[in-house]
């Protein structure tokens, strides 16, 4: 596969802002400009179990990364549960419920090499339950958690404070 001029341009652009010469007869990214501050968006699907419910659920956000070494976002989290209601007449009634909580989270590197030196990276989040429907939540809503992401999963274990506090109960979610 030929690389492009523009592509090229790009690459030595990026790679003089981290100090670096690169080298035009790569086809792949110096390792200088993998270590370059960055802002990330992230988009992901996957499923959370909260209480007792499994919830499919869609991320979306963005994050500044610092040279490889940490992490700090803003994103949100969508969870969909559904609910089956039986009318007066013996009809279903089927709703979706959406509740959407915006994050803000911090993440380091983690100190474990995996497969082929790819590192884990760990952090702790606070959310805050901005749309809610259905009636799941109560009150004001919040979330603290813990993330652990991987090449290409995220695991997010929550503990979710609602009704003005006075409740909590974990949470789990797989993120793609």
């Not at 993440?107 to 606070?126: A, T």
């Not at 992401?149 to 404070?161: A, N, Q, R, S, W």
């Amino acid at each position: 596969m030929k690389t492009t001029p523009l592509l090229l341009s790009f690459l030595l652009a990026c790679s003089m802002l981290c100090g670096q010469k690169a080298d035009s007869s790569k086809t792949s990214p110096p390792d200088s400009l993998k270590k370059c501050d960055r802002i990330l968006f992230n988009v992901g699907v996957g499923a959370s179990l909260i209480r007792y419910t499994l919830s499919p659920s869609f991320h979306y956000g963005f994050c500044f990364s610092h040279a490889e070494k940490w992490q700090a976002g803003l994103n949100a989290d969508s969870y969909f549960f559904f609910e089956q209601t039986l009318k007066a007449d013996n009809s279903k009634d089927y709703h979706t419920y959406i509740n959407t909580f915006v994050n803000a989270e911090f993440l380091l590197k983690g100190f474990f090499d995996v497969v082929d030196g790819e590192n884990i990276w760990y952090g702790l989040g606070l959310g805050y339950l901005v749309g809610r429907s259905g009636d799941y939540f109560f009150g004001n809503t919040a979330k603290l958690y813990f993330v652990t992401k991987f090449k290409h999963v995220t695991i997010t274990e929550d503990l979710i404070f609602t009704n003005d506090f006075k409740t909590f109960f974990p949470g789990l979610s797989l993120q793609f």
